[in-house]
């Protein structure tokens, strides 16, 4: 089996450094193989988060010469034999220790956003839903938090406005309950308010990063912003609510 | 010296380990009944295993075939489980199913509709109609995620990234337990008046798994050192469809949804062997020409299912056979094919994440190859033993639900009953806790000599000058489970694996972890070897002692099911001198009125959902 040399960075917050790994690869490996044989063979306590070593859970974000992936759906063969391949932490997140990050603040805004709503069943006991309206919010239900998207987000990223907009993951959470075709609960206010519509400005790096292939940009954030925009600067309906009153 | 008052202690009125879906549906009823909750969980909340789950939730709800009803998914779960299941789990089953479903669309759950735009259910393997609610191929995730969102608007305090070591008790009863933030490695200790335990299986013992990393039989191995009794641990299913190749994904499931949706298996010769291998119970409902089984993919009410769509138990061993007669797949597995008999598009809508999972990691494109598959160690019908109806162990104040319970599934689970046991028993068990504290409302003591004990030996780990690395443990361990306690087991085999098991545990007691206790991989590795030589140990004896196959239990040497088996559970628990004993224990007779529609034909039970 040929060799495989990995470089990780290994710390904590008050610093680290790249360590080299060399270890023997198999066929079709994935870069979070290479991670474990590295942490068997040299490095017991090298930390690494992972579950479901099939891109389905979003445990083992971060980042792969340089670009946000995760390292079990990361194969290997996708860089050339001599490549040196280079594994980082997240950067948007504190790091805990070596690729593991602080992800909390993510389960907080998740925490901000109100809870799912629901119509009244019919009078038989049901909710009749079409495919059609289903699909829609299953697309944004595919995610899987493993939080790339927040990672690459510049807003948070580089401008740090963590307490200003709750970041690409979370917009298609909102994105996902307002077009739920059972929520009535009205969180149109609050996305212009709270969670930050304002601060996207569509550049689809998100989208880019996305794991899961949702189209987080177009058809999450984008149709939010539109939302807000009808509600709030649309000047007939701005003369209607002078008139009449409402939100 | 080591000062407990100096530890972290956290108190609760109750305390659930785990947050998949057994835990976090816990976590919900013990929230709604006013109790003060807490959930412990290894990984970070929404990463646990449900997430891996994929084909869906079975419940009657009759939106696609009318004639489905709780009586003939009660039948199916007792005849997929050869009998051995607990009357009284698989009928609270079958009957709250269907409002477990209905609820969690409640919570804001979007399962793929039907044409009335009713919840859709899907064909799985052993259930008459078609029964299992699904998202996609995803269901598992859309389980985890709604219930997480329920859950961070109920009230719950979560704990993550904490793994729990070993439980205390008060004279019989349940006091709390230590556990470590793997996080800083620190211990903290948690109080209650009562435990749940949701904390999954222990496919991490072997070699192949769809299991990850927290799969190792946790909480039947503290469960067992705190006097409960393990049930059913001989029956380990086995999951037809693992991935086999590249090496590296070897393991990972297949979801049995490919072949609801058509899939079929074909040797290298290019034939459907699964027609060789349908056990005479099934014969009357399974179709035994191709013909047959086409009329049936295009929705032929009157005709019978396919063969790849028996019992996880007979398609598993049906492949090995294969392969052992030397008409396996390239790379030793059988080919998996639902290309030849679905659309592109509709493989792409209905199967995304395994056309997905191919196409990365396999280099595989599904709508047009056909898949490699083989047998992975996938699910425990065994685990901790439970009453019934409160889901208590017998130890008081403890309880288990999910994978960690033994019960409902017998000697074999249905594919779809899984998640469906998640949130009926996930609910019970959060029912029964609250009985069990307005009984018992005081706090109970904790023993400061027990804390120190389980904290002691855990950091001895780390202080130890040098010794055994973790690793070489369990992958030796994981060989010799996968040797010698796998699909087809004999007496031979079986006393050698729990030999060197022996051994192995020995050498585990001298396993050293180098560097700090901050987020350390290698320390948390060695803290798990414990309890995956208890359920091992358990496992491979309770095999032994079982002389007869049943279900996901095949014995070389003791050829089919034996009537005198069909009367006893096996049982294990720990004896007063630490050593593990295994025993039979008798079923009792069987519950006239239940005993009645188990074994009634179909015609007879369609259509009476009463």
Known sequence: MPNRTIRVWRGNQEGGKFEEYTVEVGEGVVVLDVIHLAQAEHANDLAVRWNCKAGKCGSCSMEINGKPKLGCMTRVSDYGPDEVITVQPMKTFPVIKDLVTDVSWNYRQNERIKPF????????????????????????????????????????????KRDQFVGPRFMIRLAQLDMHPLDVEDRIPAAKEEYGTGYCNITRCCTEVCPEHINITDNGIIPMKERVVDRYYDPIAMIARKLFGGK | MLDINEIQTITHDVIVVGAGGAGLRAAIECSRQGLDCGVVCKSLLGKAHTVMAEGGAAAALGNVDSRDNWKIHFRDTMRGGKFLNQWRMAELHAKQAPDRIRELEEWGAVFDRTKDGLIAQRNFGGHRYPRLAHTGDRTGLELIRTLQDKGVHSGLSVHMECTVLDLLKDGDRIAGMVGYWRETGRFVIFRAKAIIFATGGGGKGWRITSNSW????????????????????????????GMVWPPSVRGIL?????????????NSEGKRFMYNYIPDRFKAETADTEEEAARWLAGDKNARRPPELLTRDVVARAIV?????????????????????????????????????????????????PMQVGPTFHYMMGGIRVDADSQMTKVPGLFACGEC?????????????SLSDLLVFGRLAGVGAKEFIDANSDLPAVDHEQAKRIIRSATDILNREDGENPYVIHEALRDVNQDCVGIYRTAEGLAE??????????????????GTSQYNAGWHEALDL?????????????????EESRGGHTRVDFEGE????????????????????????????EPEHLSKIARATLEELEGSNA
Not at chain 2, 497 to 514: D, F, I, P, S, T
């Open chain 2, 214 to 241: 927290e799969y190792t039989g946790d909480g039947q191995g503290m469960a067992y050192r705190a006097g409960a009794e393990l049930m059913d641990m001989e029956f380990c299913q086995f999951h037809p469809t």
């Open chain 2, 497 to 514: 694996g729990v030999e060197k098991q022996r051994e192995l545990a020995a050498r585990a007691k001298n396993v050293k972890a180098y």
């Open chain 2, 530 to 546: 414990p309890n995956l030589f208890c359920i091992s140990e358990a496992i491979a004896r309770s095999a032994l002692m079982r």
């Open chain 2, 321 to 369: 056979q294969e392969v052992k007669a030397g008409r396996g797949s390239t790379n030793g597995g059988a080919y998996l094919d639902i290309g030849s008999q679905r659309p592109a598009e509709y493989i792409k809508k209905k199967l995304p994440s395994m056309y997905h999972q191919f196409k990365e990691l396999a280099e595989v494109d599904i709508t047009k190859e």
């Open chain 2, 562 to 589: 034996r009537a005198e088996w069909s009367k006893v559970n096996i049982i294990c628990y720990q004896g007063d001198n630490g050593e593990m004993i295994v025993e039979k224990v008798e079923r009792g007779p």
């Open chain 2, 254 to 266: 297949v979801t049995e949804g490919v072949r609801g949706e058509g899939g079929i298996l074909k």
């Open chain 1, 117 to 160: 709503t629901p119509r009244p069943r019919d009078a038989d006991g049901q909710w009749r839903m079409t495919t059609e309206d289903v699909e829609r919010v299953q697309e944004f239900r595919k995610c899987i938090e493993c939080f790339l998207c927040q990672n690459t987000c510049h807003v948070l990223r580089d401008h740090d």
């Open chain 2, 405 to 417: 319970a033994a019960g409902l599934h017998g000697a074999n689970r249905l594919g779809g009953n």
